[in-house]
Each structure stands twice: as C-alpha cells, then as structure tokens.
C-alpha cells in the first residue's frame, strides 16, 4: 500500500513536471494550447504502458468524447517532436508512445507485447558504434530484452 501511494506521488510529480515544460514549449515556439492537447497529454503522462495511439484514444474518450483518432495521433506526434514523449518502436508492432524520457531501456514480452521499463548503469554504459559509415546520426538508443512477462508465463507455463 505504502508503496503505491509512492508510486501514485511520483506519477503527480511526472505529470505536472512535463504539463509545465508543455505549457512553456507551446509559449516558446508559438504552439496552440488546447483543453484537447492537454487532455491526451495528460493521458500519455498517465499511462506508464507504453500505449498506441488507439489505446490512449480510448483511454481519453470515456472522459473527452468529443476527441478524434486523428487528434490523438496528431498530439502525440506533436509532443514526441517537442521531447514530452518519445517514441518507442519495435517491429512489427505500431508506434507505442512512452513517457519515460529519461534513458532507459525495455523488457519486451513476445507474447503479448507488454513493454516494461528497466534501468541499468551497465546497459547506459554501452559504447555506440560509430555510424559515419550509414550516413546516420544516433541520438538516443534502447536495449531491448526480449522474453516472456511474468503474466504470460502464468497463463501458459510451457510456453517459452
Ligand atoms: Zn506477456
Ligand atoms: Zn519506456
């Protein structure tokens, strides 16, 4: 219980932390504050499952209902730009957004593609090759680690 109430603590913290620095991005660079952006940021902020669009959509219309696929999927797109979020790909699946910005790396679960959240001095320590030869700037780059969750495993014990 204590626990969670810490939890809960530092998800307000998150929350009206990155609010703040939205608030004074969109000052800063002239962007159009709305009730609607703040809504879906707020849900993003929320949300410590690496959501899609469509998830943080249906997430936001049991409290906004008036709020477009399309608004969502801009908004987000507009705070991943604005480093409020950033975007955490892997193949096959659609962009999920995560509001971790700070480095960090994923437990990916291969059965139901859960993305878990792992710090690791080791794995922030990885030396990056050097990429001149692609033509490609490196700005930010996460370990995956694939495997089962534990839920999975539960559900379906001989599966690997
Ligand atoms: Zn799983
Ligand atoms: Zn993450």
Known sequence: M?????????DDVLKTKRMKAYRRLCHELGLRDTKQKRAILEAVLGLDTHPTADEIHAHITTTH??????????GLEAFARMGL??????????TRYDRNIDIHHHLICLHCDAVIDITDTGLDALSIPD???????VQDFRVQLRGVCGSCRETDPKEE
């Open 2 to 10: 204590a626990e969670d109430l810490k939890e809960k603590r530092l």
């Open 65 to 74: 209902p008036d709020v477009s696929r399309t608004t969502v999927y801009r």
């Open 85 to 94: 979020i950033t975007k955490a790909c892997h193949p096959g699946s659609v």
């Open 131 to 137: 990429t001149s030869d692609f033509n490609f700037e």
